[in-house]
């Protein structure tokens, strides 16, 4: 696709270096407004195409290619919100945002040994990790796209308020809501090495079917939640309760005589992943705001578990 600058010189034309090296920001900003990867490679794919649908003069009388590609990918992302709603109403059981792997922890294959996932692409910070996303889901989609916007990604309200077609005081209004969404006080976490050890201590009670040290690692207020899409068999609603929590991973391990589970890094935090036969079923993040589990999201839908299963890498 590309353009010479020139009838003789040959150069490729140095806008179109503009256009491509925004996709990694745009599957960024997609995947946190819509915590699906799927969807967002869709979005990302449908503003390409909007771009190269536009005549060349049309193109070329655009200031900021790069500013237009994210207004456009954020607003198809704010109608995608909109219509998720009435989605979401007919998922079968609970809806958990898509888990992402780190990309030092798997290995997708292509012809001639490439590597080209969006999940690779995707940058994993606290802004992926999936409490936060769990509390992004709680926003409306004006909220959600306003505080990404300007919260995270730092654009200022005058180029939010356009991209979602508010005034800029009206956008400060829907930052200042999001906000209030986002706990305000709970225990301060543990280090990251600690919140590690307390995975890995997790993971060894779930394969000693130990109940009492899983139930002493549980916060006794914890909550589990599975996502299987009606497409693999989960609880359909919450379970709370430490000691429901573990009986309950305790008979899933007892069904499941082939089960292997895996440490593995899940939205850049410390996680799990379960497999049978060596099939990844099951991945599992969790929320330690003290030094215990207060929360566990469990992703059984096979349809958000294709970036842990396409050329996974073995290591355990």
Not at 40 to 56: C, F, G, S
Request: net charge neutral; hydrophobic share 40%; proline share 7%.
């Amino acid at each position: 696709m590309s353009t010479p600058s020139g009838p003789e010189d040959g150069r490729v034309d140095p806008s179109l270096s503009v256009i491509m090296g925004r996709r990694r920001h745009l599957i960024n900003l997609a995947y946190r407004l819509l915590g699906s990867l799927a969807d967002a490679e869709d979005v990302v794919q449908e503003t390409y195409a909007r771009w190269y649908a536009m005549p060349r003069q049309q193109q070329e009388a655009i200031e900021s290619p790069g500013g237009w590609l994210t207004t456009v990918a954020s607003r198809i992302c704010l109608d995608v919100l909109g219509s998720a709603r009435a989605t979401r109403e007919r998922y079968v059981g609970e809806w958990i945002p898509e888990p992402l792997p780190d990309r030092t922890e798997w290995i997708n294959e292509r012809p001639g040994g490439t590597t080209d996932d969006p999940a690779d692409r995707v940058t994993l910070d606290e802004s992926v990790n999936m409490a936060f996303l769990v509390v992004l889901e709680s926003m409306t989609p004006a909220e959600r796209v306003t505080f990404i916007l300007h919260d995270v990604f730092r654009y200022p309200f005058t180029e939010v308020a356009e991209i979602v077609g508010r005034t800029p005081a009206a956008c400060r209004k829907l930052a200042s809501s999001a906000r209030r969404r986002i706990p305000a006080s709970q225990a301060p976490a543990p280090p990251a090495a600690r919140r590690a050890g307390i995975i890995r201590e997790f993971k060894q009670a779930w394969e000693a079917k130990d109940i009492g040290a899983l139930v002493g690692l549980l916060d006794p207020d914890a909550t589990a939640i599975a996502d299987g899409g009606g497409l693999a068999s989960t609880a359909l609603r919450p379970i709370e309760g430490g000691e429901r929590i573990a009986r309950y991973l305790v008979a899933f391990a007892d069904g499941a005589s082939n089960l292997t589970i895996l440490e593995r890094t899940v939205n850049g935090q410390p996680g799990l992943v379960a497999r049978l036969d060596g099939v990844t079923v099951t991945v599992a993040a969790f929320d330690i705001p003290g030094e215990r589990i207060r929360h566990i999201w469990a992703v059984r839908n096979p349809e958000k578990l294709r970036p842990w299963t396409a050329g996974a890498s073995s290591r355990k």
